[in-house]
């Protein structure tokens, strides 16, 4: 079983930056796929951003290339989620999550291990 804690959300002006931090504990994270969702109101959880270890692959959904980066922290059980010229579009929760199977699948019902979310909140 593994437990995901995001922290790091905020309110940040457009153009603004944000770095959000998920911690993994009950085991090591390092060969799980993580990735970050995100779900603004009234619309549907979709995918951000996602790392597999095992073959070094990372998605960026359209919304993020460019301007968003993830990173891992082995050593502290951590993903990373660098997000640079932030707009109001990018308003929303934030969840971090984990897959015990690959490859990276676009879809949230294929993550066992969520965590709480985290608003992101873009405006100035």
């Known amino acids: 079983q593994v437990t995901l804690v995001e922290s790091g959300g905020g309110l940040v002006q457009p153009g603004g930056s944000l770095r959000l931090s998920c911690t993994a504990s009950?085991?090591?994270?390092?060969?799980?796929?993580m990735g970050w969702f995100r779900q603004a109101p009234g619309k549907e959880r979709e995918i951000v951003i996602a790392?597999?270890?095992?073959?070094?692959?990372?998605y960026y959904a359209n919304s993020a290339r460019g301007r968003f980066t993830i990173s891992r922290d082995n050593a502290e059980n951590t993903l990373h989620l660098q997000m640079n010229n932030l707009n109001p579009e990018d308003t929303a929760v934030y969840y971090c999550a984990a897959s015990e199977e690959g490859p990276i699948d676009l879809r949230p019902d294929k993550y066992e291990y969520w965590g709480q979310g985290t608003q992101v909140t873009v405006s100035s």
């Open positions: 790392t597999n270890p095992r073959t070094n692959y990372k």
């Open positions: 009950g085991r090591s994270s390092s060969a799980l796929i």
